[in-house]
């Protein structure tokens, strides 16, 4: 008989494997809450991801087809991620036990529910989000939700019919090309991955992996059509969001698959890859830049100092951002911007005297030194050079 501290600790353990899905699942369900209200702390920056019709259409809107269309996608891949983090968590509780040695979980009926509800509740909270933000699309709106859950629905059809063929055709040549890598590695650890009774990897693991290649497959291909968006203006139809939700499904099934993997030998695989986007964030050349929708346009810099000689480091007003996203003043190839968006995190700074460029000045080189009174909150200044950036042009192509 377990005592209630043993059986929390296990509870806890396996709060631990299954975090990748419990992550994707709680971004997704807080993404419109941190998103669209007025206040929110992402909204600047992600508020329009939720504003899913084409307002720069004629006549000020998108057109109805326009609008059931997008409606659809995002409700019908919205599902899609919603499944994705029900079937990582279903496989992790169903081999957990065996790849970990953690305790035997009851499949019971309130399980079941519990782990469909919370995934099925972030995909309300994502399509509810975008029916707010997309003003009078109501009717549209509603007509694409139902017609993308019809798609889901048949989807599922097809996937439960496609899991009843699958054991014969994973052992087609084709399908053990596709697999056999997956396959030398879950031999070099194969608890949890095999059945102990036949030593074959289990269907349901070779199946998740062709899911994450349908994810990746879609969102190459979504991302391709996004990118002639510009040339082709139907193409505007087509959602950010559901370039964003794919993405998660990708982070769920690969990270899932992953941290499944690397859990075992107690390898912290995800502080790992946290690690490196850490570093890779905190130097200029990881940042990129994009001009506003009409274009790079040249206007006078301000740089502020403290000192009465400007031969301190340079300042710029803090104007605005979400914690990825900078406002930068563009002159020739250099960027100038301060990555300092929040005036109450800025260090108070004395500001005396300051430096003025004219929209035809070298503002990489030192300036006429003048006294100015006190700009506001400033932060310091930040310049990354890019030759891309001498030759920006509409439709933007940079990356």
Avoid at 41 to 69: E, K, N, Y
Avoid at 75 to 90: D, E, F, R
Avoid at 267 to 292: C, E, K, N, R, W
Avoid at 389 to 395: E, V
């Amino acid at each position: 008989m377990r005592s209630r501290f043993e059986i929390t600790l296990s509870s806890l353990a396996y709060g631990y494997v299954l975090r990748v899905p419990i992550l994707v699942c709680l971004s997704l369900l807080a993404l419109p809450f941190v998103a669209i209200p007025t206040d929110a702390i992402a909204g600047p920056l992600l508020r329009g991801l939720f504003d899913i019709t084409d307002q720069s259409a004629p006549a000020g809107g998108a057109s109805f087809a326009q609008v059931v269309v997008a409606f659809a996608l995002v409700t019908v891949i919205a599902l899609m991620a919603a499944a994705t983090i029900w079937i990582t968590t279903s496989l992790i509780v169903a081999d957990g036990e065996e790849r970990f040695g953690l305790r035997p979980v009851e499949k019971s009926p309130g399980l079941q529910l519990l782990l469909r509800l919370f995934p099925l509740l972030a995909a309300i909270a994502v399509v509810g989000g975008a029916f707010i933000q997309s003003t009078g699309t109501v009717f549209a709106g509603l007509l694409g939700a139902v017609f993308g859950i019809a798609v889901f629905v048949l989807l599922i059809r097809v996937r439960e019919t496609w899991w009843r063929l699958f054991s014969a055709r994973a052992k087609s040549r084709l399908a053990r090309v596709l697999f056999r890598p997956f396959v030398w590695v879950v031999s070099l650890t194969p608890e949890g991955f095999t059945d102990p009774q036949t030593g074959e990897v289990r269907l349901r693991h070779l199946f998740a992996l062709v899911q994450l290649f349908i994810s990746m497959l879609l969102y190459a291909v979504l991302f391709a059509l996004k990118y002639d968006a510009d040339l082709r203006p139907i193409l505007r139809a087509i959602p950010t969001l559901c370039i964003v939700l794919l993405l998660s499904m990708m982070l769920c099934w690969g990270l899932t698959a992953i941290t499944f993997l690397f859990d075992r030998f107690r390898i912290p695989a995800l502080l790992v890859l946290a690690t490196y986007g850490t570093l890779v964030s905190v130097f200029p050349q990881g940042d990129h830049f994009f001009a506003s929708v009409n274009g790079p346009t040249a206007g006078p810099i301000d740089f502020y100092h403290a000192t009465a000689d400007c031969s301190d480091g340079r300042y710029l007003p803090i104007s605005g951002g979400a914690g990825f996203a900078y406002f930068a003043a563009v002159r020739g190839g250099t960027a100038f911007y301060t990555k300092t968006v929040d005036p109450a995190a800025a260090a108070p700074v004395l500001i005396v005297a300051s430096e003025h460029f004219g929209p035809n000045e070298d503002a990489t080189q030192p300036g006429t030194c003048h006294e100015a009174g006190d700009p506001g909150p400033v932060g310091v200044l930040t310049t990354a050079s890019d030759p891309a950036l001498l030759n920006l042009a509409l439709p933007l192509r940079l990356k």
